[in-house]
């Protein structure tokens, strides 16, 4: 498991996603013993973060909410 300073010091260092989350990457860490990720896009020098949460459900409610 990755540490958040490999995050700050790599941003690419997540692993990239396919299919409908193409482009978007996620960054596994741990908080308190508890599996966290990050996800985001990285273009060029720019970082967009999109989601941070607990690895339950974090697919289905971070990157696709209910409207």
């Known amino acids: 498991m990755m540490s958040s300073e490999d995050f ?3 941003p690419q ?3 990239e996603k396919k299919g409908d989350l193409a482009g978007v990457g996620v960054y596994k860490f741990k908080v ?3 599996l966290a990720l990050l996800a985001y896009e990285f273009n060029d020098s720019e970082l967009l973060l ?3 949460g607990s690895h339950q459900h974090f697919y289905r409610i971070a990157l696709f909410p209910v409207e």
């Open 13 to 15: 260092i997540g692993q």
């Open 32 to 34: 308190i013993s508890r």
């Open 50 to 52: 999109i989601s941070i």
């Open 8 to 10: 700050s010091d790599d």
